[in-house]
């Protein structure tokens, strides 16, 4: 069965500190995409981060990064640098690359992020 | 449009009766995706649309859930009899054609109040 999982349902790091959002993920798939999205309170979906099973380097976007480590099966996003900005819920999200025609996402919970001045 | 479109954002409707939500993906992207949102959870799945292939409907959560694309474009999502439990934000979102790398871009959402 496919699952992601995000143990922190809330964090709070102040401004301009790093911080670290968790994410496990279990498939028996070799050829999966893990992505990371944030979501305002405005609620749009805001794609920040992706990392394909087959990449050996860690994928970073800017301030974003993700920790993978895959024998572990965890996806952990890193945001440095925190601004008041980022304060948002961040889904982590698995794609199965071998999962047909279907392209879906499948979701974890969220973790609400809220950076303090 | 440069993005994904969905109308309307905000729809407040009876029990029982009947509603229809549009969504306007990216010119070009083959892909479509229709997700619910409920409060405080994550994404759930509804269906899928790629091209002219059969749509994916396994994560309708009844039959009175459907939805339609017309013309590989412009999709309706209906749900018929509304409930209370279908309350949530209903998500539109497309994608290119192949694995990109890139996720989808999704549209700002309809938030659905049965009252």
């Known amino acids: 069965a496919q699952k992601i999982t995000q143990t922190q349902p809330g964090m709070f790091v102040q401004e301009k500190e790093a911080v670290t959002l968790d994410c496990t993920y279990d498939?028996?798939?070799?050829?999966?995409?893990l992505f990371w999205y944030k979501q305002p309170s405005s609620g749009e979906m805001i794609f920040l981060i992706y990392?394909?099973?087959?990449d050996e380097q860690n994928a970073t976007e800017g301030r974003y990064s993700l920790n993978f480590q895959k024998a572990r099966k965890s996806a952990n996003l890193v945001i440095s640098a925190s601004q008041l900005g980022d304060s948002a819920m961040y889904f982590c999200?698995?794609?199965?690359?071998?999962?047909?025609?279907?392209?879906?996402?499948?979701w974890g919970l969220g973790t609400s992020l809220a950076v303090n001045p | 449009g440069a993005g994904v479109s969905q109308s309307p954002s905000n729809k407040v409707t009876e029990k029982g009766k009947d509603v229809e939500l549009r969504c306007d993906p990216i010119?070009?992207?083959?892909?479509l995706y229709w997700y619910r949102q409920s409060l405080g959870q994550g994404l759930e799945f509804l269906i899928y649309?790629?091209?002219?292939?059969?749509?994916?409907k396994s994560g309708l959560p009844s039959d009175r859930f459907s939805a339609e694309r017309t013309g590989g474009s412009v999709s309706t999502l209906t749900i018929q009899r509304t409930q209370q439990e279908d309350s949530a934000v209903y998500l539109c979102?497309?994608?290119?054609?192949?694995?990109?790398?890139?996720?989808?871009?999704f549209g700002s959402g309809t938030r659905l109040t049965v009252v």
């Open positions: 010119s070009g992207h083959t892909a």
């Open positions: 649309f790629q091209g002219n292939s059969a749509p994916d």
């Open positions: 979102a497309s994608s290119p054609p192949g694995r990109s790398a890139y996720g989808y871009t």
């Open positions: 999200a698995m794609r199965e690359d071998n999962a047909g025609n279907n392209r879906k996402l499948i």
């Open positions: 498939t028996s798939d070799q050829s999966y995409g």
């Open positions: 990392q394909g099973s087959y």
